[in-house]
């Protein structure tokens, strides 16, 4: 039987697998509902995130905040997570090998969660998660299976604030992002679900367990 996600936050706190734990103040592992039917992904915590635990607490989360609100949902409804659950020194990326070491963490999430819609936040996890080299600004606003379910990229909130907030073109296309996620649950709501389950995550398993990362 599988364990609870706060199980798994539970070890998940005292990780030591990669490099990051070394320059943490505490791992970021996930917030929000264990059942979401909507669950984002960014990168990777920042400093306001690293501080306080919890993924998207900055700017960037209050605009992820107000985005939810346009469509009528609230923070605890949906599941926010980040591809790396400890801040990479200077916010820099995180590198392959770090992604390698945390990815079980990720896969574990998505199978106790079990989405069905997953949106993936920026270019660094767009990239990561749909496999592909291909820019956010070409897959934005469009919607991807994988793996049964549906994902949908759109822009990071952080980069929208950087390149002009409100008054910007992104700033539109965000929100027409996530009205395309609205008009997908509530059209998910309407039929049964067709959800495939992804293989448990073996947790506790060796950085290098490639099974795990096939997934993605
Ligand atoms: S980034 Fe992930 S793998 Fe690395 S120490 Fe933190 S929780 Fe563990």
Redesign the pocket.
Known sequence: MSRTLAEAAAE?AD???????QG?TQ?VFGAGHPDAGLMFIGEGPGFHEDEQGEPFVGAAGQLLNRMLGEIDLARDQVYIANI???RPPGNRD?RPD?ID??TP?LVEQISLIQPQVIVTLGNFATKFVLNTQTGITRLRGQIHDWHGRTVIPTFHPAAILHGGGEKSRQFQLLLDDFRMVRSTLDAMSERPSDVVELPEADVGAP?DDTDQLELF
């Open positions: 998940a990780c030591t697998k990669c490099r990051l734990s943490r791992v790396v659950k400890c995180p770090e070491a945390c963490w950085a």
